[in-house]
């Protein structure tokens, strides 16, 4: 039987370092709101759970006249939590005009011993909506913390950060501007479990900076080797089909195709291989050692070149028990 091995990293040019801390699973809710997008107005909700509002409901409909953000929260978040007493400060700021709202799909009392424990939250007693399914069926979203703008006519203006929840863009909103600040938009469909970009999981399969992949023979596919540069994405890519590890090793040292038999020992037959590199740059130098590290490392051998001979040597076995990596 022939053994695979696949080997893929993958550096995505577009993802951003930001707070967001907490990987969110949305909530299962029922169907009956759809997804809001920008432009569309917020259906006047009632929203039965809210905590330190003197146990009545909220109903989006009331705050019309204000702008309204809604911060997506949990008590395992500490970017959200953090960010509390300075929105709490901006409420009050702003006072009747703007209108902060907590929103968790925890449960209310689970909230209660959370803030009055937590030393970040101890003492403030804004609103929050718990237990909540129908928000977040309306702007769902992954990470956390999350802001959902709403205009003062009950339209939904966008998503942000919490660090974007500024004194200088909450009046920019108020004096009737747009929300300019960098749109929040989470990979909903992104599957933790399945491989990063395989089939677009988490972003488009072009996304990678750099791939190395090895795969035993495939059937139907030429027998061939190919080195291209493309000069737009400043990347070399080498792709080698259905070829022998001889062949593959050739990339590397590039007199080994002359060599006699005699002087080769690759070990065992491990028959005929599929490969591909791409990575940034041109240097020969760069290319040849990744390659290099690559099939050492996939075949478990060390390779040495003599000038006048080649050979594979077997790496020994890792020291039992081997160390398991944690992070």
Known sequence: ?????????????FFRATAQVKM?????VSHEYAPLKVG????????????????????????RGKILILDFWATSCGSCIQAMPRLDSLQHLFGERLVILPVTSEKAAQIRAFQAHNPYLKGLKFRTVAEDRILHQLFPHRLLPHE????????????????????????????????SAPVKSDVLDYDPTRPLLVQHNGAPDTAYRYRSLLVAEIKGLPAAISIRYDSLRHRTAIRATNVSLRRLY????????????????LGPDRGLWCYELELPGSSATRIRQSVREDLDRFFNVSSEWSGSSFRLVPRPDPPVPEETLTL
């Open 40 to 63: 569309d107005q917020v259906p006047g909700i009632s929203l039965p759970q809210v905590l330190n509002h003197h146990g009545q409901p909220l109903n989006l409909a009331g705050f």
């Open 250 to 265: 050739g990339l590397v040292y590039k007199d080994l195709r002359g060599l006699p038999d005699s002087s080769v020992s």
């Open 148 to 179: 959902v703008w709403i205009s003062e006519t009950g339209r939904v203006l966008g998503a942000t950060e919490v660090t974007e929840v500024t004194e200088a863009l909450i009046n920019q909103v108020l004096n009737g501007g747009s929300l």
């Open 1 to 13: 039987m022939k053994l695979k091995f696949c080997f893929l990293l993958c550096l995505c040019p």
């Open 24 to 28: 969110k699973p949305v909530p299962i």
